[in-house]
């Protein structure tokens, strides 16, 4: 999947995150479970993660990232036409995520819809919405990814409940003619999804299926596999279809699945470690919110540059995967 050949760019314009304020460090895990620090951090590189509270909504955190994008960007609500949400953790089965966050922002211009790829959810959102601004139906996104998978959680496993956590993340894209842009936006993507692996990471539960909510299941080790190779796959050709070398990339932003993921992929690619954003350490693993709450870190931080290239890639439930390419 490339970006559609088109007279506009979808160009980053604002980034914000929210984290909920309770942190749940591995320590106080220590006391629910069967583990401790030292197990905890050498497979996964997780100190502490944080947690939503009693009555916190997935569209709470959602709208919260979504409202730090936009003073970023400078824009109100009425100039928001667009918004797509990622998540695997909704408020409600129906109606979607984005519509309550919609109505939470005071947006009544437009369309707003949830994607569902779980892990991979930002990554899809991003290259959804770029392919509707690149064909003039909008002219600005507000693209989130906000999870609650601390409510999806089997607290008795060890082996799943020391690498999740709850966040939301957001971006604002606007539409632009090239000339506008003068270089910056979305350059490109890459999607992909196998569904011969999806008893690799799921969720026992559903609607249609048993009528409950479920708890997630994975089979991690075979997860770790996919996931380098899938991974990096998709990252080659994304920088390949933009005409482009690895050496160009200014900042991998991956998904924050697992320390040991970020490593394997950085070492299968190439790329220094001074140029990946990690932020499992302290959020954990926050599903659809990873990417753009590890963008936001960045951009808190200052390091991240106008006219900078920055890759962004995931994999998730699915299994799905892919990257991104934009020019900031």
């Not at 892990?119 to 959804?128: D, E, I, K, P, R």
């Not at 008795?156 to 939301?168: E, K, N, P, Q, W």
């Amino acid at each position: 999947m490339t970006t559609l050949q088109s007279e506009y760019r979808s160009v980053v314009t604002g980034i914000g995150g929210y984290l909920p304020e309770r942190i749940l460090t591995n320590e106080d895990l220590s006391k629910m479970v069967d583990t401790d620090d030292a197990w905890i951090t050498e497979r996964t590189g997780i100190k502490s993660r944080h947690i939503a509270a009693d009555g916190e909504l997935t569209s709470d955190l959602g709208t919260k990232a979504a409202i730090k994008a936009m003073e970023d960007a400078g824009v109100t609500a009425d100039d928001i036409d667009l918004i797509i949400c990622a998540t695997a953790t909704p408020d409600k089965t129906f109606p979607a995520t984005a519509s309550i966050i919609q109505r939470k922002l005071g947006v009544t211009n437009g369309a707003a819809f949830d994607v569902q790829a779980v892990c991979s959810g930002f990554v899809f959102a991003m290259a959804t919405a770029d392919n509707y601004l690149a064909r003039g139906q909008f002219k600005r996104a507000l693209v989130i990814g906000a999870e609650t998978f601390s409510r999806i959680i089997d607290w008795s496993d060890r082996g799943t409940c020391v690498l999740f956590g709850d966040g939301g993340g957001a971006i604002v894209l606007e539409r632009q003619t090239k000339e506008e842009a003068n270089g910056s936006g979305v350059l490109g993507a890459h999607l992909r999804t196998d569904g011969r692996y999806v008893d690799l990471l799921h969720v026992d539960g559903g609607p249609s299926s048993t009528q409950t909510v479920g708890h997630l299941r994975m089979i991690g080790n075979q997860v770790f596999k996919h996931a380098v190779n899938k991974i990096s796959e998709s990252v080659r050709t994304v920088v390949d279809e933009a005409d482009l070398e690895l050496s160009d990339i200014d900042w991998l932003v991956p998904h924050q699945a697992n320390q040991r993921i970020l490593s394997a992929v950085a070492r299968n690619l190439g790329v220094e470690e001074n140029r990946i954003v990690s932020t499992v350490a302290n959020h954990g693993n926050t599903s659809a919110a990873s990417v753009p709450l590890a963008l936001s870190e960045l951009h808190k931080s200052g390091m991240l540059k106008k006219g900078e290239l920055v890759l962004i890639e995931a994999i998730g439930g699915g299994l799905s995967w892919g990257a991104a390419l934009f020019r900031l």
